[in-house]
């Protein structure tokens, strides 16, 4: 039974920084996984943030990339999602997910296989 818990969410003004973490328990065949952040805001699409092989990899959305940055400890089994330079269009609800194998694209949020709770982001202005 796989679990994806996220936590380090909370407020934040704009321009600030916050750092999720996401620890993945429970057995995956040969431990060979992706790990991938994704948001949703009240009213809009899950869209996807980045994710991250377990050999290093990383893959960004546009709007992050130049301010996220997403690692892994694989003896943890932990990922981590750096967010700086904050604004308030990042406000969202943060999930961590897991899919068995490569990353799909961000976009294929479908082909993740677990999923956690979600953790809150807020940016005010």
């Known amino acids: 039974h796989v679990q994806v818990v996220e936590s380090g969410g909370g407020s934040v003004e704009a321009g600030g920084s916050l750092k999720l973490s996401c620890v993945v328990s429970?057995?995956?065949?040969?431990?060979?996984?992706?790990m991938g952040w994704f948001r949703q805001a009240p009213g809009k699409e899950r869209e996807g943030v980045a994710a991250?092989?377990?050999?290093?990899?990383?893959m960004y959305a546009e709007s992050v990339k130049t301010r996220f940055i997403i690692s892994r400890d694989n003896a943890k089994k932990t990922s981590y999602l750096q967010m700086n330079n904050l604004e308030p269009e990042d406000t969202a609800t943060y999930y961590c997910?897991?899919?068995?194998?490569?990353?799909?694209?961000?976009?294929?949020?479908?082909?993740?296989?677990?999923w956690g709770q979600g953790t809150q982001v807020t940016v005010s202005s």
């Open positions: 997910a897991a899919e068995r194998g490569s990353c799909s694209e961000l976009y294929l949020g479908d082909e993740y296989n677990w």
């Open positions: 429970g057995y995956i065949y040969n431990d060979y996984y992706c």
């Open positions: 991250i092989e377990k050999d290093g990899d990383t």
